[in-house]
């Protein structure tokens, strides 16, 4: 498994507290026979350090004994002298410390210090100031995770006599190439140093070559280091060497030196580091002392060596992630002590064979995820009667869940998920209410959840999710431990239990695509920080008591029958990231809070709802908007400036309101937005482009269809749209950076409204349909080579048809029909390979239509009105004299084609765009209801609106 950094921090403290414990008894020993004997100058110096901190009143203060007129000796963390009274060690880790350490901190006056530890507190982006290296004795020094940030300065080099160094845990430090050099040339009696996470991106690996020979302790985790291991083989103290996570490489010849000449190495750990040159026999020659071996993802390709896992004092092997190595377990007997394994994605064979099984009877941690089985007996694994974890997903094991594992009576942890198990859990399970953690998600497992897991009160993470199971949820009143909870994509058809949203330590509640009913809270303080309730059948309102839930930052409760208003309370949630209240009933008026309440708030989706009133203002500067979706309410009135605030919004949704403005040109300063729908409202007016090159550069979808602009098209902006321009991009789904998220918007294709639930970036459309728009179309159309739909139907353009649009290679999709265009369609057209619909119906078009390619696709509908055009599909060129066009009446095109697409959903092939099934259109449960819902005409859909 990964490195974790709560993990390293935990062992870090209890090396702190082991370093103190035999000074804090010689402390203890002294202060019991003698009294008043710290020097009186230090004892004002630690109360005015103690002065320079927050006052907690917490009961794990230590520095909450520190009292005026009292021995400070007998302070809790203070360790003094036995002969002079002096403060020789000060151990302050996890004291609730807050505040900042400047140059001048009384601190700086205690000389006599051997040990300091002010771990685990937070310092507030301090800097470590010089003044740390003057305290000459100093032996042992912990600043680790402490909210340290800056320079590690040059003056740590001057404690000469350190034994222990750990600064790791401080993410902002940066540690430069002289300091280290320094600090390795001076500090030659180091013992152990842990840098973890601190940023040595500057410093050359061949700098680990001159670390003291006295080293037995080195973590350098997550340090951006980069390059080659050097040789470390003088290094014949080491014990523990830890190098993961970083981007460093390893050779044969190195590796081969560290087990060769570290004879005392027990616990190694390379995970990321680049391996690929090193061949898998190399690991024949582990040292015998070797107790801990890592090495996750570190490219190893090849057949392993039986004897690896056949090393007497070896207790933990992993070798996850390592998708080139082979070969198989031994057959015979292992004389190993392992206790933990993993060989998770990895091709090395594991037969499930009695023998197998014998071999790993004092195994305690097993992780064969996504393994090479032979083999299919999975009752087996009820013999390891040790085991604590077991992990077994994705293996597409399939049949019934062994009941077997109801003998694994110490098992605290048990992943079975992403397999093809089937059938109900097990009724044996019921024996596991020792488990801390199961996973049973993406299966086939149906019936209803055994009621059984009430009883389990350990259970503090617990997936069910992508499963068949139906009926009601289980009772969780009991589940006091409970942290995780998820049970989503299921048919749960039950209410939700009311004591589910008051369990005191849950924090991430999953439930969406079921058919729960009943409401949403109350609520009680608890530790709640992300709620996804989306799909359901909840109702009633949302209730005020949510603002209780002061750690909330995820909140989906969209697709529900939730009606009323939104309380105004909701704004108290100061931690909220993601709010998605869309597809529901809620009604009244938009908090205006909303728009400045948090500059945390990172989407806030309200579509489809019946808001009335106008969009909330203003938006506050800082605002962290990335995702804007109002659509499909009854909003008035203006689009406010203030969202130009919000400098790295990427969405704007704001179609099918009743939206009163002229076009908001102040969106052009939003330097991130990609998606612009504006479509179905009452713009008015003229859209005339900035002319500076960064305004809408990143646009990738730009809709103002069925609005009232007027006046030209705005080919200002064509030329700025340099998004649409690149074609080399790669395909993603646009979605939130720190969450499970994705972004959604509403557009119009073939006159169906279709929710997007995923947008691809490939996806570029320009819809400015059903408006005024006049003049020609602009050239400038031409360079948008990544355009996957344009279309600007129903508006009053009139001239030819420009040539430049045959340089749109990618165009699936061209809607010219309902214009007044005139002259011939240009053969340049013939060259888009991939256009699929082409409509230039209610014209004034003539002359032959261009022949081969797709334009051998296209019935007569696509040309339809258009007197004097001819050839395939229509009458031949060379027949009857044509007959000369007439102009057609706006209202008589739109009554005969409607919005300018045949109103189907099949017939035009799989492209990017109109293969609705295998497209853009991703619906979010696995259920093709969207086909069914379009096929009913149940999709919810606003009449267009004509503007003639």
């Not at 520095?63 to 007129?69: H, L, Q, V």
């Not at 080399?728 to 409204?753: I, Q, R």
């Not at 649009?805 to 340049?828: A, F, H, K, M």
């Amino acid at each position: 498994m990964g490195s974790l950094p709560w993990l390293a921090h935990f062992l870090c403290f209890l090396l702190f507290h082991l370093h103190f414990q035999a000074s804090s008894s010689l402390s203890f020993s002294f202060n019991s026979s003698t009294s008043m004997l710290c020097q009186h100058d230090q004892s004002l110096a630690l109360l005015q350090f103690k002065k320079t901190f927050s006052n907690w009143n917490s009961p794990y203060t230590k520095t909450k004994s520190w009292k005026e007129g009292t021995d400070c000796c007998w302070w809790d963390g203070v360790i003094c002298d036995i002969g002079t009274g002096n403060v020789i060690g000060l151990n302050l880790s996890a004291s609730l410390l807050y505040g900042t350490i400047h140059s001048n901190n009384s601190l700086f006056s205690l000389h006599h210090l051997q040990k300091l530890d002010l771990s685990f507190n937070d310092f507030n982006n301090s800097q470590i100031v010089s003044q740390f290296g003057h305290f000459s004795n100093l032996t042992y020094l912990s600043l680790c995770s402490s909210d340290f940030v800056g320079r590690i300065p040059l003056e740590i080099s001057y404690l000469s006599k350190l034994v222990f160094l750990d600064l790791s845990g401080n993410y902002d430090l940066i540690l430069e190439t002289t300091s280290f050099k320094k600090l390795l040339q001076n500090i030659t009696q180091l013992q152990e140093l842990d840098l973890s996470f601190v940023n040595m991106s500057l410093v050359a690996p061949s700098s680990l070559m001159n670390l003291s020979s006295s080293l037995a302790f080195l973590k350098l985790v997550s340090c951006k280091l980069q390059g080659k291991i050097p040789d470390m083989s003088h290094l014949s103290k080491l014990a523990l060497l830890d190098l993961s996570n970083n981007h460093l490489t390893l050779e044969t010849m190195t590796f081969e030196k560290l087990f060769q000449n570290l004879s005392k190495l027990r616990e190694v750990n390379l995970n990321d580091v680049n391996m690929s040159l090193v061949a898998p026999s190399s690991l024949m020659n582990l040292s015998s002392s070797l107790a801990s071996l890592k090495l996750e993802h570190c490219g190893l390709q090849g057949k392993i060596p039986d004897n690896v896992f056949q090393q007497p004092n070896l207790q933990l092997l992993d070798l996850l992630g390592n998708e080139g190595l082979n070969g198989s377990l031994p057959r015979h007997d292992w004389n190993n002590s392992l206790q933990s394994l993993s060989l998770s994605r990895t091709k090395i064979q594991i037969h499930l064979e009695h023998d197998f099984i014998n071999n790993l009877r004092s195994v305690e941690t097993l992780d064969l995820s996504a393994c090479n089985f032979e083999g299919s007996n999975l009752e087996l694994f009820g013999r390891l009667t040790q085991l604590i974890e077991l992990r077994l997903s994705h293996n597409n094991f399939s049949g019934q869940i062994p009941s077997s594992l109801q003998n694994l009576k110490k098992l605290l942890e048990l992943d079975l998920s992403y397999n093809n198990f089937n059938g109900q859990i097990p009724s044996s399970f019921e024996n596991l209410q020792q488990l801390h953690v199961l996973y049973l998600q993406n299966n086939n497992l149906s019936g209803q959840i055994p009621n059984y897991f009430s009883n389990f009160t350990q259970l503090s993470l617990f997936s069910l999710a992508n499963n068949l199971f139906t009926g009601p949820m289980f009772q969780v009143d009991r589940l006091l431990s409970l942290y995780y909870l998820d049970l989503s994509n299921n048919l749960l058809n039950a209410t939700i239990p009311p004591s589910l949203f008051t369990l005191p330590q849950l924090y991430t509640l999953v439930l969406n695509n079921n058919q729960l009913t009943g409401h949403f809270g109350p609520f009680k303080d608890n530790q709640l920080g992300y709620i996804d309730l989306g799909n359901n059948k909840l109702h009633g309102r949302i209730p005020s008591s949510i603002s209780k839930l002061v750690y909330l930052s995820f909140l989906i409760l969209s697709s529900n029958k939730l009606v009323g208003e939104v309380p105004s309370t909701i704004c108290k949630l100061k931690s909220l990231q993601i709010l998605d209240l869309s597809n529901n009933s809620l009604n009244g008026v938009i908090p205006q809070c909303l728009g400045n309440f948090s500059n945390a708030l990172s989407v806030l989706h309200l579509g489809m709802n019946n808001f009335q009133g106008t969009i909330p203002e203003p938006f506050s500067v800082g605002c962290s908007l990335r995702y804007l979706n109002f659509n499909g309410n009854q909003l008035r009135r203006r689009v406010p400036p203030s969202i130009s605030n919000c400098k790295i919004l990427e969405i704007l949704d704001l179609g099918n309101n009743n939206i009163d403005d002229t076009f908001p040109h102040f969106l052009e300063t939003l330097p991130e937005l990609q998606v612009l729908v504006l479509q179905s409202n009452k713009l008015h007016g003229l859209v005339k482009g900035s002319s500076t090159n960064y305004s809408f550069s990143k646009l990738r979808i730009f809709d103002l269809s069925n609005n009232m602009f007027s006046g030209p098209l705005p080919a200002e902006y064509f030329n700025n749209f340099k998004a649409m321009m690149n074609v080399g991009v790669n395909m993603k789904y646009m979605g939130s950076p720190n969450y499970n998220y994705d972004y959604s918007a509403s557009l119009t294709f073939k006159g169906l409204e279709i929710e997007l639930v995923k947008i691809q970036t490939l996806l570029t459309t320009i819809d400015l349909s059903s408006n005024k728009f006049t003049g020609i179309i602009p050239q400038s159309i031409g360079k948008l080579k990544s355009l996957k739909l344009l279309n600007l139907s129903h508006n009053r353009l009139t001239g030819n048809i420009q040539p430049s649009l045959g340089n749109l290679n990618n165009l699936e999709s061209l809607d010219l029909s309902s214009n007044l265009l005139v002259g011939r369609i240009p053969t340049q057209l013939a060259n888009m390979t991939f256009l699929q619909i082409f409509q230039v119906s209610h014209n004034r078009l003539e002359g032959p239509i261009p022949e081969g390619k797709q334009f051998n696709t296209f019935d007569s509908s696509s040309y339809e009105a258009n007197l004097g055009l001819c050839g395939f599909p229509l009458k031949n060129c060379n027949s009857e004299k044509r007959q000369q066009p007439t102009a057609s009446k706006e209202g008589d095109s739109e009554s005969k084609i409607g919005f300018g697409w045949k109103p189907v959903v099949a017939g035009y092939g799989c492209g990017v765009i109109f293969g609705v099934a295998m497209g853009y259109v991703v619906f979010k449960t696995r259920k093709p209801m969207w086909l069914v819902r379009m096929v009913e005409g149940k999709r919810r859909r606003k009449p267009r609106r004509s503007n003639n």
